[in-house]
């Protein structure tokens, strides 16, 4: 079992910046893709990046260029970075990690809202 716990969220202005932290707890060892996903009232959660263990990514274009991702491994944390902040960036933001048996595990969500 893996436990995770998000942070970092909040509000911010057009134009800014946020980092979210999710800190991944319980049996570590078998963490093998870590990933952040959003979700916004009303619609259908929403990949946004993921992160190997060996530290290749991948971005939803809705993000790429904005967004990064990165992970420490010897924290078993994974951020994502957040510049150039739009109003429909607003959602609660969700880190997912998967072990190698490719289960899936959820943190609560952190919510990040954007004003104009």
């Known amino acids: 079992q893996v436990q995770l716990v998000e942070s970092g969220g909040g509000l911010v202005q057009a134009g800014g910046s946020l980092r979210l932290s999710c800190a991944a707890s319980?049996?570590?060892?078998?963490?093998?893709?870590m990933g952040w996903y959003r979700q916004a009232p009303g619609k259908q959660r929403e990949l946004l990046a993921t992160?190997?263990?060996?530290?290749?990514?991948d971005y939803a274009s809705s993000v790429k260029g904005r967004f990064t991702i990165s992970r420490d491994n010897a924290k078993n944390t994974v951020y994502l970075q957040m510049n150039s902040l739009k109003p429909e960036d607003t959602a609660n933001y969700y880190c997912?990690?998967?072990?190698?048996?490719?289960?899936?595990?959820w943190g609560k969500g952190t919510l990040v809202t954007v004003s104009s």
């Open positions: 997912n990690v998967r072990d190698v048996r490719s289960m899936g595990y």
């Open positions: 319980g049996s570590t060892f078998s963490i093998t893709t």
């Open positions: 992160i190997t263990r060996g530290g290749s990514t």
